[in-house]
């Protein structure tokens, strides 16, 4: 049976096997401490019966007015769990505490334009493409990411999902 639990500091030296991904964006420590601390409710570990981290996610609240938001920085489960359906499980969990704890307007992520494979899964949860971000991954192949949004109970017209007509440079984002 998989447990949702809080991140835990020494979670740090068990969760490789899940940041191996290719498609995972792994992140320094401070990063990962800067979450915890501010955070806490939105970084959370499906562990297994054994004590493995199968997956996590890991989130924030950010914005203004109608633009008060839930942000997925990362979700991510092992290739070992995988279709099991923990990452729904997980952005389920994240949806509930945007609801509840932050009472916000709508969940946001960002997500590689060539992860075909996660825009898919995203879309199956309800999420749709709010605009394109040009150039928001770099490195020796920079790539644009989509900003996928769903809208939570406090947007009943779903106004933070309607998309942008042009893309954006990752300098003109909000927050």
Known sequence: MTTL?????EDCLKFNQVNLDVLTETYNGSFYMSYL???????VVAESPHGSIMGYVLGKSEGEGNLW???VSAVTVAPAYRRLGLAKTLMDYFEDVSIRTYNAYFVDLFVRQSNHLAISMYEKFGY?????VLGYYSGEL?????DMRKAL??????????PLEHPVLPQDLEW
């Open 5 to 9: 639990r809080q991140f835990r500091i």
């Open 37 to 43: 601390s501010k955070w806490p409710e939105s970084f």
């Open 69 to 71: 938001h839930g942000h």
């Open 128 to 132: 749709r493409t709010y605009r394109r």
């Open 142 to 146: 920079p790539e644009d990411a989509l």
């Open 153 to 162: 109970p406090r947007d009943p017209d779903k106004l933070s999902m309607v």
